[in-house]
C-alpha cells in the first residue's frame, strides 16, 4: 500500500480555504473578507498574493500531486482495509470457497447421481429465491413516494458535479449542451471535467469548448479505473453536494434542484440519493430495447423495493448525488473495484448511512452492438463478485451493521444476480439432461423435476416482470420484447464468465465503453 506523502501544512484546508504558503508569503485565489481574516486568523500576518483559481491549483497540484495521488488510489484502504477491493480474496475466503468446491467434486466423485441432484436443487432453491425477491421488491415499489417540494426562499447551495472522461471527446458538445440545460445558477455550479493526463486529444477538446468547467487533470499511477479518477478529483469538490454523471448523460433539468430539496426533507444519515436511469436510444434495436427494460426494472421497481425495506441499496454507474463531507469521511470511492457504484452503496450502509431513491432520471446511451454491452456487463458482474468478496469477508460484522434483514437482501440482490448469470446456463443444461434420461432410458423419482422447478417458475416469473417493467414509464410498445428476455438471459450468462475469468486473470481492468455511436 501507498504511504502518504508529508505536507507543509493540511493539503485539504489548501483546497477548500484556496491558500498556499510560498515563502514567508501566502497564495491564496480568495480574496473575499471573510477568507483573509480566516487566513489571518490561522496563519498569522503574512504578504498575500492573489492568483486566479487555476493558477493556485496548478501550483498546489505541482507541490502535492503524489499525496493527492495516493489518497486517490490508498485513501480507502488505509481507512477501511476490511472494506477495499485491492486485495481481492483474503485468504479465510480462499480456504472456505476451496474446501467447498472440493467437498462437491468429492461427493460427485463418490456418489455422482445423488450429488448431481443435491447440488442441482441447492442451485435451483437459490436461483428461484432470487427470482421471488425481485419480484416482491417490484410489488413494494408500485406506489412512489412523493418528491419533496423545492422550497425557493432558501438559499441554494454550491453544486460539484463530476464527469470522469476517457477518450470522450466525440461526446463533448453534447456533454456540455446536457450541463447547460440544467437549471441551476451557474455561478453556483462547479463543474469538473476529469481526465487522464495522457488523454491529449479530450483535454485538447474540452479547452476548444471555451466553457467555465474546471479540467482536472488525473496522473498516471494505480488502476486506471473511473473511481480512481473521481477519488482524485474529490479533493477538489468545492459543493455542499456532489453528482457524478457519464459522459453521454442527458439529466432532466429540474434534478438538481429536486435532489437539493430531497436532501433537506431528509434525515442527515441520507448521504446518497440515485437518480433513476434509462436510455435515449432504447429503440433502436433488439439488445437496446432489451437493456431498457432491464433498467426499467432495476431503477422502477428493484432499487425503490430496497428504498421501501431500508436495506443496503448498490448505487447505478451515474447519477448518485452525495452529501460531499460524508463521501469524503468514508473515504471516497473504491479505486480498485470496477463497479465502484454498488460497492460504495454497501458501504455506506456498513458505516451507518443510508441510500434513496430520487424521482429523477437521467438518460444514457445503451451499448448498440453485443460486444460493447458484453464488456460492459461483464466488467458490471465482475464489480458485484468483488463487492460480494469485500464486503463478505466479515459476515458477522455486515449482519450486526445491516440488520438480518439487510444481510439477506445483500445475499439475494448481490449474491443473487452473480448466482442467477453463472447458474442459468447448467441448470438448463441440467434439466434438459434429466428429461432426455428421464424419456430414454425410463428413470423415475424427482430427478428431471428438482433442476427444473426453480428454473422454470423464475424464468417465468422474471419474463413477467420484463413485461411489465416498461409500462412504468409509458413505454408500452417495449412490452412485447420482455418475452425474449430468456435470449436476453443467455447474454447476461456470457458476461457472468467473462466476468469471473477477468476476476481472476485481471481482476483492476476496466473495459471502456464507446460512447457517441447511437443514432
Avoid at 473495484?337 to 438518460?363: C, H, K, P, W
Amino acid at each position: 500500500m501507498g504511504q502518504g506523502a508529508s505536507r507543509d501544512e493540511d493539503l485539504s484546508l489548501c483546497l477548500t480555504r484556496l491558500f498556499l504558503r510560498q515563502g514567508d508569503g501566502v497564495l491564496t485565489a480568495d480574496a473575499s473578507s471573510e477568507n483573509r481574516a480566516w487566513l489571518t486568523a490561522h496563519l498569522g500576518p503574512h504578504a498575500l498574493t492573489i492568483l486566479d483559481r487555476d493558477a493556485l491549483l496548478a501550483r498546489l497540484t505541482a507541490r502535492h500531486g503524489d499525496a493527492l495521488l495516493d489518497e486517490a488510489v490508498f485513501g480507502l484502504a488505509r481507512r477501511f482495509p476490511q472494506l477495499s477491493a485491492q486485495t481481492v480474496i483474503t485468504r479465510p475466503q480462499m480456504i472456505f470457497l476451496g474446501l467447498f468446491a472440493g467437498l462437491g467434486m468429492a461427493a460427485l466423485a463418490l456418489a455422482p447421481v445423488p450429488a448431481f441432484r443435491a447440488i442441482a436443487a441447492l442451485l435451483s432453491l437459490a436461483f428461484a429465491a432470487a427470482g421471488i425477491f425481485r419480484a416482491v421488491l417490484a410489488i413494494l415499489a408500485t406506489q412512489r413516494r412523493p418528491s419533496p417540494a423545492f422550497a425557493g426562499g432558501r438559499a441554494l447551495p454550491t453544486y460539484t458535479i463530476l464527469v470522469p472522461l476517457y477518450r470522450e471527446a466525440a461526446v463533448l458538445p453534447q456533454l456540455t449542451r446536457s450541463l447547460q440545460a440544467l437549471d441551476y445558477p451557474p455561478h453556483l455550479l462547479d463543474i469538473k471535467l476529469v481526465m487522464e493526463a495522457d488523454d491529449g486529444e479530450t483535454i485538447a477538446a474540452a479547452r476548444a469548448l471555451g466553457v467555465p468547467f474546471e479540467i482536472v487533470e488525473v496522473p498516471a499511477g494505480g488502476p486506471r479505473t473511473k473511481p480512481k479518477a473521481a477519488n482524485y478529483a474529490l479533493a477538489f469538490a468545492r459543493g455542499e453536494y456532489l453528482v457524478v454523471y457519464d459522459a453521454e448523460d442527458r439529466p432532466e433539468p429540474d434534478q438538481l434542484r429536486k435532489a437539493v430539496a430531497t436532501f433537506r426533507a431528509s434525515p442527515r444519515r441520507t448521504a446518497c440519493l440515485q437518480a433513476r436511469l434509462n436510455f435515449f436510444n432504447a429503440h433502436q434495436n433488439w439488445l437496446t430495447r432489451m437493456f431498457a427494460l432491464d433498467y426499467a426494472l432495476w431503477f422502477e421497481a428493484l432499487l425503490p423495493g430496497l428504498d421501501r425495506i431500508g436495506v443496503p441499496i448498490p448505487l447505478g454507474g451515474t447519477s448518485n448525488h452525495f452529501r460531499t463531507a460524508v463521501l469524503r469521511a468514508i473515504g471516497g470511492w473504491d479505486a480498485f473495484n470496477v463497479t465502484e457504484d454498488a460497492d460504495i452503496g454497501i458501504r455506506l450502509s456498513q458505516l451507518g448511512y443510508r441510500v434513496s431513491m430520487l424521482d429523477s432520471t437521467t438518460f444514457e446511451e445503451a451499448p448498440v452492438t453485443v460486444g460493447a454491452w458484453l464488456k460492459q456487463r461483464s466488467r458490471w458482474l465482475k464489480g458485484y463478485m468483488q463487492t460480494w468478496l469485500v464486503h463478505m469477508r466479515d459476515p458477522a460484522a455486515l449482519m450486526r451493521r445491516t440488520g438480518l434483514s439487510g444481510f439477506l437482501a445483500f445475499q439475494l440482490f448481490i449474491g443473487g444476480g452473480v448466482v442467477f448469470a453463472l447458474a442459468n446456463p447448467p441448470l438448463w443444461i441440467a434439466f434438459l439432461a434429466a428429461l432426455l434420461l428421464h424419456r430414454t432410458q425410463g428413470a423415475s423419482g424427482p430427478g428431471a423435476i428438482i433442476p427444473g422447478a426453480g428454473l422454470l417458475a423464475c424464468n417465468v416469473l422474471l419474463t413477467w416482470l420484463a413485461v411489465l417493467a416498461p409500462k412504468r414509464r409509458g413505454w408500452d410498445e417495449l412490452a412485447p420484447y420482455g418475452l425474449t428476455v430468456i435470449a436476453y438471459w443467455g447474454l447476461v450468462s456470457a458476461a457472468g464468465y467473462r466476468g469471473i475469468w477477468q476476476l481472476i486473470t485481471r481482476p483492476f481492468f476496466w473495459e471502456k465503453t464507446v460512447h457517441g455511436v447511437a443514432k
